[in-house]
């Protein structure tokens, strides 16, 4: 690298390690991190970006809806009806009574800007008749999703945001993987520990940290999640002593297509789709969504979700593993949803003329990082932002399109904390942090992970279920050190399970995106409120008292 952040001739040495420094370790290159990592530069900060893949293959590319946001005339074309109040009604709404109303309002409050400074830097969206297109999705009023090639946003947004990095020269480590916070003896993070792509272990030093390393779709058989998202930002952060909260609500998107046998990452439906007309059918060729909710087939996902799943169990047409989306009505479909159109092709269905095949897959952890809008954690020099992290915008259940644009409002604030708090003098010195000891962790079989979780802890769960699975867990898993990208890929999946496990264990009811079938009403009397994890002295995932903890 010719960038003073990294001395490439530090790279060896006689004991195989490396080291580097920064102001800022951006952990993720998807939409929070490179928003983040372009706005440290703007702001003077040496900024490094490490990312487990190469720099292009995230999450965000894989995100076909769009961006909901309610332009407001001075940033782009003005929405006619549509306000930035009812949008973040919308979310409130999905939410399920766990949203932070304050968060809510400063998140999509700052869309707009947020939205004209990404197309500033290249994003081209898609036009319509008279200014953007816009489209409706599920659980929104008004159609203000905005998209890009028809069904690939974040595969627009990721190629700008790539663009624009390389343009202002910010270094990124491909194919290194973060393992463990640096910290110092008074708990600062100080900089991370890294795996290069051989293994070779690294350490990068730098008073701030940003966690953007996406979600953990990969506890379950079935996701739209890509290969990598195992969640190693969650655990490397509980690993510092971070919170994490709301770990229980996983969204299942409703409609990926369904191949027999599928695993791993799955093509997704997007719901734009139903939001241009299609719908729901089940294997006899009945509405699957009719008299559910008072929208029907654009439903918040959680209720599109489980209504696809007890339809399956009901299996009427011998159908029991999937149901059908019937497009066929949609002018144009190939034109408007190329990439949807193109993957059921290639397995086989034509959606011009039948219904494609679809079922609910693991998409979006509503939970993450305890954090503010400003990225902070409770840990200083630590911060997270994008799916990793939980701001209070999501509450049980994300509203549809409302991830690009956290990731694009938060990454850009946790940039400018870690600048504020640099400046303030807040942060730890690098050369203080504290290299961790190769300590050996609990990793269970990543296969049995993905099974036990797929059949207990998915869409439908109950108490016997998740002590069977939390049984399981405990016997299969063994203690191994971190020394390879596996082993702490494995070992995050299985700490996270672990949590999950135990916070759907505690909330005895059913919200958003929790459904327990033993207890299927939601209680607000007692459980409005998040819970809490952090790891205990022995490096178990345990609920926290949220009094203590100092946090709501």
């Not at 019937?326 to 059921?344: L, N």
Request: overall charge negative; aromatic content about 4%.
């Amino acid at each position: 690298m010719s960038d003073p952040v990294i001395d490439a001739e530090a790279k060896t040495g006689q004991n195989l390690q490396w080291e580097a420094a920064a102001d800022l370790v951006v952990l993720g290159s998807g939409v929070a991190g490179l928003t983040a990592a372009l706005r440290a530069r703007e702001l003077g900060l040496r900024v490094l970006v490490v990312t487990k893949a190469a720099v292009a293959d995230g999450n965000t590319r894989w995100a076909q809806g769009g961006v909901a946001v309610v332009l407001d005339g001075e940033h782009g074309e003005p929405d006619q009806g549509d306000t930035v109040a009812a949008h973040a009604a919308d979310t409130v709404t999905a939410g399920a009574g766990l949203c932070d109303d304050d968060a809510v309002g400063t998140i999509i409050g700052a869309g707009p800007a947020a939205v004209a400074r990404l197309r500033g830097r290249g994003a081209e969206f898609d036009a319509g008749s008279s200014g953007l297109a816009r489209t409706r999705e599920g659980g929104h009023s008004a159609f203000r999703v905005i998209h890009a090639g028809g069904d690939a946003t974040g595969a627009e947004v990721e190629r700008a945001l790539v663009a624009a990095a390389g343009e202002h020269g910010i270094p990124v480590l491909e194919r290194h993987l973060a393992v463990d916070a640096l910290r110092t003896a008074a708990g600062a993070v100080a900089g991370v520990t890294v795996l290069d792509p051989a293994g070779v272990p690294g350490v990068l030093r730098a008073p701030a940290v940003l966690l953007a390393t996406g979600g953990f779709g990969q506890l379950y058989q079935a996701t739209s999640n890509p290969e990598i998202a195992t969640g190693d930002g969650l655990a490397l952060a509980l690993r510092a002593g971070a919170l994490i909260a709301d770990i229980e609500f996983v969204q299942f998107h409703p409609t990926v297509l369904y191949t027999p046998g599928a695993r791993g990452r799955c093509p997704l439906v997007t719901e734009a789709v139903r939001g241009e007309g299609a719908v729901l059918l089940d294997g006899a060729g009945e509405r699957v969504m009719t008299g559910v909710h008072p929208l029907a087939d654009l439903a918040p996902r959680d209720v599109v979700s489980a209504a696809i799943t007890r339809r399956m169990a009901q299996a009427p047409g011998g159908v029991d593993d999937h149901v059908f989306l019937d497009a066929t009505g949609i002018s144009g479909f190939a034109r408007r949803f190329p990439t949807v159109h193109a993957a059921c092709l290639a397995a086989g269905t034509d959606p011009l003329r039948e219904p494609i095949p679809v079922t609910p897959a693991a998409h979006f952890a509503c939970g993450g990082v305890v954090t503010g809008t400003d990225g902070r954690t409770g840990v200083t020099g630590l911060y997270a932002a994008g799916e990793v992290a939980r701001t209070g915008l999501h509450g049980a259940n994300r509203l549809a399109s409302n991830s690009l644009l956290e990731g694009l409002v938060v990454g850009e604030r946790a940039a400018e904390a870690v600048a504020a708090d640099l400046a303030a003098g807040v942060l730890a010195k690098p050369r203080h942090g504290l290299t961790p000891g190769a300590a050996c962790v609990p990793v269970a079989d990543r296969d049995a992970v993905q099974r036990v979780m797929s059949r207990y802890a998915a869409i439908g769960r109950d108490a016997d279920g998740l002590a069977a699975a939390g049984s399981v867990l405990d016997l299969s898993a063994v203690d191994c050190p971190l020394w390879t990208h596996e082993a702490v890929e494995d070992a995050a999946l299985t700490m996270l399970a672990q949590a999950l496990l135990a916070a759907a264990a505690r909330r005895t009811e059913s919200r958003g995106c929790h459904v327990r079938t033993d207890a299927p009403e939601r209680d607000d009397a007692t459980w409005r409120r998040s819970q809490l994890i952090r790891l205990s002295p022995s490096g178990q995932p345990v609920l926290a008292d949220p009094v203590l903890e100092g946090a709501a």
